[in-house]
């Protein structure tokens, strides 16, 4: 709300976005004023647990009515607030969220600098101009988007990520993996640009009020990896020119299982860059079944498949296989330039010819 005043002290804030934030403002309030009610007057209280013999049904009941009487109204008005943990997946994403646009160094020395605060301010934008990010960053723009979503889902103290070092150690050695090559197309930009799309999906679509802490970390991960040290070359050049990672993977999902493979032992061979050193054995063991699947999904070899699939799922909605879903959602993300605005595709489409003429 502080920030609020300064943006409109400095009169950058729009009326639209004005109202949006204060409501939600008002809805963080509202539901903590439920919740902090609700187990005020949660009728599984003492009153519920009256069980003597000697106090009669009927007294129980009316005890049990006049005193929580209230819950039910409470209830009824709470069921239309969303839930609190999406409020405040709300506000992080809110664009008037001061610690967004860190304007100082945190203490580990990593700064943005000001152009890249500048460009940052547009990552909830459909068509986000990663190349603008990647000017602005002195060709680091994987680095800003996978650390500011990190940061702005909270996921970096939810799942205690080890030490800041450690987080930018990895992120840097994802970026010398992604240029390995020197791609045109399959570079560190098109892993920050799938990586800021998802981020687009999941706050636009409310799909992050349906997935888990774990779920929302895994397809943040998942997309920044996702064509880790990319050849530039296609699975089936692999295959004709019978590549080692060809013979290695037995012609399946060539790239896509060293993609996984790769980045995994970064994590596995340095602890300096384990950022996931610190997740329980179970959180671990899912992030990873997660992420595998995802990844291997982009495979275009299995794009029909996945559509095939989902029309299916969409028939029983209550029986959406998660993974399934998020695995089309990275797929869906990784080919989404050609619904963005015009100079981004053309500039994407431009690179991937010379790509696949360099092949």
Same mark, same amino acid.
């Given at each position: 709300?502080?920030?609020?005043?300064?943006?409109?002290?400095?009169?950058? $804030?729009?009326?639209?976005?004005?109202?949006?934030?204060?409501?939600?403002? $008002?809805?963080?309030?509202?539901?903590?004023?439920?919740?902090?009610?609700?187990?005020?007057?949660?009728?599984?209280?003492?009153?519920?647990?009256?069980?003597?013999?000697?106090?009669?049904?009927?007294?129980?009941?009316?005890?049990?009515?006049?005193?929580?009487?209230?819950?039910?109204?409470?209830?009824?008005?709470?069921?239309?607030?969303?839930?609190?943990?999406?409020?405040?997946? &709300?506000?992080?994403?809110?664009?008037?969220?001061?610690?967004?646009?860190?304007?100082?160094?945190?203490?580990?020395?990593?700064?943005?600098?000001?152009?890249?605060? %500048?460009?940052?301010?547009?990552? !909830?934008?459909?068509?986000?101009?990663?190349?603008?990010?990647?000017?602005?960053?002195?060709?680091?723009?994987?680095?800003? /988007?996978?650390?500011?979503?990190?940061?702005?889902?909270?996921?970096?103290?939810?799942?205690?990520?080890?030490?800041?070092?450690?987080?930018?150690?990895?992120?840097?050695?994802?970026?010398?993996?992604?240029?390995?090559?020197?791609?045109?197309?399959?570079?560190?930009?098109?892993?920050?640009?799938? %990586?800021? %799309?998802?981020?687009?999906?999941?706050?636009?679509?409310?799909? /992050?009020?349906?997935?888990?802490?774990?779920?929302?970390?895994?397809?943040?991960?998942?997309?920044?990896?996702?064509?880790?040290?990319? %050849?530039?070359?296609?699975?089936?050049?692999?295959?004709?020119?019978?590549?080692?990672?060809?013979? *290695?993977?037995? !012609?399946?999902?060539?790239? +896509?299982?060293?993609?996984?493979? $790769?980045?995994?032992?970064?994590?596995?061979?340095?602890?300096?860059?384990?950022?996931?050193?610190?997740?329980?054995?179970?959180?671990?063991?899912?992030?990873?079944?997660?992420?595998?699947?995802?990844? *291997?999904?982009?495979?275009?070899?299995?794009?029909?498949?996945?559509?095939?699939?989902?029309?299916?799922? *969409?028939?029983?909605?209550? $029986?959406?296989?998660?993974?399934?879903?998020?695995?089309?959602?990275?797929?869906? &993300?990784?080919?989404?330039?050609?619904?963005?605005?015009? +100079?981004?595709?053309?500039?994407?489409?431009?690179?991937?010819?010379? +790509?696949?003429?360099?092949?």
């Amino acid at each position: 709300l502080r920030c609020l005043v300064k943006q409109l002290e400095r009169g950058e $804030a729009s009326v639209a976005d004005l109202k949006k934030n204060l409501e939600y403002a $008002a809805s963080v309030l509202e539901n903590l004023y439920f919740e902090e009610t609700r187990r005020l007057v949660d009728p599984e209280d003492e009153l519920r647990d009256i069980q003597s013999d000697s106090v009669p049904s009927e007294v129980r009941d009316w005890l049990a009515s006049t005193f929580t009487r209230q819950r039910s109204l409470i209830l009824r008005r709470n069921e239309d607030k969303p839930r609190f943990r999406s409020i405040v997946h &709300a506000v992080q994403a809110g664009i008037f969220v001061e610690r967004m646009y860190r304007r100082t160094s945190n203490m580990t020395g990593f700064s943005y600098p000001p152009n890249v605060i %500048t460009v940052l301010k547009h990552v !909830d934008m459909w068509s986000f101009d990663v190349f603008a990010l990647n000017d602005a960053s002195g060709d680091h723009a994987l680095k800003f /988007v996978f650390y500011e979503l990190l940061t702005r889902y909270d996921l970096i103290n939810r799942f205690k990520v080890c030490p800041h070092l450690c987080l930018i150690s990895f992120v840097d050695s994802l970026e010398v993996g992604y240029s390995k090559y020197k791609n045109p197309y399959h570079n560190l930009m098109h892993a920050a640009d799938v %990586t800021q %799309t998802i981020h687009y999906f999941l706050l636009k679509t409310g799909i /992050v009020h349906w997935l888990t802490e774990l779920e929302i970390f895994a397809i943040i991960f998942a997309a920044a990896i996702h064509d880790f040290e990319h %050849t530039g070359t296609t699975n089936n050049f692999h295959i004709q020119t019978r590549s080692d990672t060809a013979m *290695l993977y037995n !012609d399946r999902a060539v790239l +896509e299982n060293h993609h996984v493979s $790769a980045a995994y032992r970064l994590l596995q061979n340095d602890d300096e860059m384990n950022i996931l050193s610190n997740l329980s054995k179970d959180d671990w063991r899912e992030l990873r079944t997660l992420v595998v699947e995802m990844v *291997l999904a982009t495979d275009m070899s299995c794009h029909f498949q996945q559509i095939k699939a989902m029309k299916g799922l *969409l028939q029983q909605p209550e $029986a959406i296989d998660k993974p399934k879903a998020l695995s089309l959602l990275l797929h869906t &993300a990784d080919i989404s330039h050609p619904a963005k605005r015009w +100079e981004l595709h053309h500039h994407w489409t431009t690179s991937l010819l010379e +790509e696949f003429f360099r092949q």
